[in-house]
T-cell receptor, first 111, second 115 residues
Framework: GESVGLHLPTLSVQEGDNSIINCAYS??????FIWYKQESGKGPQFIID?????DKRQGQRVTVLLNKTVKHLSLQIAATQPGDSAVYFC??????????FGTGTRLQVFP | EPEVTQTPSHQVTQMGQEVILRCVPI?????FYWYRQILGQKVEFLVS????????KSEIFDDQFSVERPDGSNFTLKIRSTKLEDSAMYFC?????????????FGDGTRLSIL
């Protein structure tokens, strides 16, 4: 069935290293994707978005890559810091108002 | 930076009772949303609201649920007769315009516990 999902439930990285969080989607009609960060006890926090007519977008220390051929989305975090520890969700919109969230990847940063 | 605020942060209610969750969206936003997250699961869409009416709703949003914008600032979710399975985090979100290509900004949620 159609889904937005994540390859890895937990990712552990050393402080200062780069992190890559992956997301697969199955609906080629999806036209907008967002990465959210959720810290414990808080709501999803917008990180970066990308439209389906793009394949890369950069923000501050973050880059999102979109590969429509294999329906794959990734979030790259440069020089990962302890404050980056959180659960990261990809979400998509398919011509409606509603966000469809993936199951999330927990990023753990250790010193 | 403007933010979505939700009250209360934690609500404990007896099964069968009515509960109202409150949200103040970002002031210049026009679209409002409710999502929920059952413990350990992903965030699920409940309803979107625009121009004082429901724009879209999910299967979860049955007759027990309703939304209202009673004044120019508040946006509420009411559950008429709560069930144990309504226990979850409920998140309000808002966006400047329709969801497509517009990031939705979330509040920190209300934890609803049904006893």
């Amino acid at each position: 069935g159609e889904s937005v999902g994540l390859h890895l439930p937990t990712l552990s990285v050393q402080e200062g290293d780069n992190s890559i969080i992956n997301c697969a989607y199955s609906n080629s009609a999806s036209d907008y994707f967002i990465w959210y960060k959720q810290e414990s006890g808080k709501g999803p926090q917008f990180i970066i978005d990308i439209r389906s007519n793009m394949d890369k977008r950069q923000g501050q220390r973050v880059t999102v890559l979109l590969n429509k051929t294999v329906k794959h989305l990734s979030l790259q975090i440069a020089a990962t810091q302890p404050g980056d520890s959180a659960v990261y969700f990809c979400a998509e919109i398919r011509n409606t108002d509603k966000l469809i969230f993936g199951t999330g990847t927990r990023l753990q940063v250790f010193p | 930076e403007p933010e979505v605020t939700q009250t209360p942060s934690h609500q404990v209610t007896q099964m069968g009772q009515e509960v109202i969750l409150r949200c103040v969206p970002i002031s210049n936003h026009l679209y409002f949303y409710w999502y929920r997250q059952i413990l350990g699961q992903k965030v699920e869409f409940l309803v979107s609201f625009y121009n004082n009416e429901i724009s879209e709703k999910s299967e979860i949003f049955d007759d027990q649920f309703s939304v209202e914008r009673p004044d120019g600032s508040n946006f509420t979710l009411k559950i008429r007769s709560t069930k144990l399975e309504d226990s979850a985090m409920y998140f309000c979100a808002s966006s400047p315009d329709r969801g497509i290509h517009q990031p939705q900004h979330f509040g920190d949620g209300t934890r609803l516990s049904i006893l």
